[in-house]
């Protein structure tokens, strides 16, 4: 009983493992939710909710101000507060042409989400990597606990560490 599934969406490629589970929909609800969060984030697709909003398209009380996009600015207004304007998505060159570009929260974001399904859908023992954000749980296909290689910044052959655990684990590289 596992699932694997590899999917290019949002401008990289998604692997899922589901160890603990064979029911196909569960990949079907991911994949789903990773196509819907590249229609409504993605800075590289015209007719986007954040091309817009870069563009001053969407205001109050627009249709397109859902409840993620409205958490996703939230948390984005708290974070240039917390870094003191360091990370600051109103501030950057997007592929739209505008100032605003929230990818660099929105896939890690993304990958918590969709480790919230498996685990609200039971599955317990699963790995979510999506290009170096990644969610773990449980254990492997192996019976062992995950292992994710963190590279060296200064040797690309080699590791700065390895993280490990069967303690449900996000990490962001």
Same mark, same amino acid.
């Given at each position: 009983?596992?699932l ?10 998604? #692997?899922i493992?589901?160890?603990? +589970? ?10 789903? @939710? ?7 984030f #993605?800075? $590289?697709?015209?007719? #986007? ?7 001053? /398209?969407?205001? *109050?009380?627009?249709?397109? /101000? ?5 958490? %996703?600015?939230?948390? =984005? ?16 060159? +997007? ?5 605003f570009? *929230? =990818?660099? $929260? %929105?896939?890690? @974001? #993304? ?8 685990l609200?859908a039971?599955?317990?023992?699963? =790995? ?17 606990? @995950?292992?994710?290689? %963190?590279?060296? *910044?200064?040797? *690309?052959?080699?590791?700065?560490? %390895? ?11």
């Amino acid at each position: 009983m596992a699932l694997h599934h590899v999917e290019h969406v949002m401008g990289t490629t998604i #692997s899922i493992e589901v160890v603990d +589970s064979d029911d196909a929909r569960l990949i079907d609800r991911l994949v789903e @939710w990773f196509h819907h969060v590249d229609a409504v984030f #993605s800075p $590289y697709k015209e007719d #986007s909710t954040v091309t817009r909003i870069g563009r001053g /398209l969407v205001g *109050p009380g627009d249709a397109d /101000l859902t409840d993620d996009v409205l958490e %996703v600015l939230g948390r =984005c207004e708290a974070l240039i507060e917390e870094t003191d304007g360091v990370f600051d998505v109103w501030n950057l060159p +997007s592929p739209n042409g505008t100032s605003f570009d *929230p =990818c660099g $929260y %929105v896939k890690g @974001w #993304s990958v918590e989400r969709a480790r919230e399904l498996l685990l609200d859908a039971g599955a317990r023992h699963f =790995c979510i990597n999506a290009g170096g954000d990644i969610a773990i749980g449980g254990r492997n296909h192996d019976g062992g606990v @995950w292992r994710v290689g %963190v590279r060296n *910044p200064d040797d *690309p052959h080699g590791l700065a560490f %390895v993280l490990t655990g069967d303690e449900p684990l996000g990490i962001a590289t």
